[in-house]
């Protein structure tokens, strides 16, 4: 279910950017994409290879032994998965977080923010490194909330379409998008976050909630998104857009 909503969600999108694009006229679209999901199929393989039977073995026995926050607080079910929703979202954001301010977590991450251009399908991209690293998180997580295996796919679920619509390159109007935002992370607020200016780079963490930043103070806007600068300045290269050169990214020295 949750693959087939990303499916969707990406097909659609991408029609979307297809007519009302924010940054028109790019090169090699076709080609951008490709390589992107190219590496999000690879992700996807090896997350249903390695941890998709342990995460819900892991669950399944966090349950069975009552471990966790959530048994503790004996909750009705429906507001058990509404604040596990909310926990498991602030757990996001502190780790988008670490991905920046921890230079291990760093070269990893920066697989992600060395996209010049950025589109829907930039939300697919990201080294197998860091989803290994978080899927061992996840697995350390869901006995700590004590969260079951529904609730942690409902999360899932939800969080995609909206990563992939604030990466898209759709020209939402600024007052349709400046609504979205005072709850849900929209494009011009996640744009920032892919500007070159490490100010901004450093900012506007939130995956689903965008009210985190607010409460860490990590929120910036631009007034204009259309001036920004996508990417990294250390990866100018063209050979660092490429499947090869995406999987070699954590193995470039590191800059302040």
Known sequence: MKTLVEIVALALIFSFESFFPLFPRRRER??????????????????????????????????????????????????????????????????????????????????HHSDNQVDVTTALRFHTGEIVISSLFKLVLIPLLGMSLGQLLLYETCLQPVILFHHSNVALPEKWDQWMRLVIVSPNMHRVHHSQIRSETDSNYSSIFSFWDRIA??????????????????????????????????LAPLHP
């Open 30 to 111: 076709i080609r951008h994409a490709a390589r992107n999901v190219s590496l999000g199929l690879l992700n996807l393989f090896v997350v249903s290879l390695f941890f998709s039977s342990l995460l819900a073995l892991d669950a399944a026995w966090a349950r069975t032994r009552s471990m966790g926050l959530l048994p503790l607080l004996s909750f009705f079910p429906w507001i058990e998965t509404l604040l596990v929703f909310v926990l498991f979202d602030f757990w996001m954001y502190l780790f988008h977080r670490a991905n920046h301010q921890i230079p291990f977590l760093w070269r990893f991450h920066r697989t």
């Open 217 to 250: 103070r990590t929120f910036r806007r631009r007034k204009d998104p259309r001036t920004l600068e996508y990417g990294l300045p250390e990866f100018p290269e063209s050979r660092w857009q490429t499947f090869r050169g995406m999987l070699k990214t954590p």
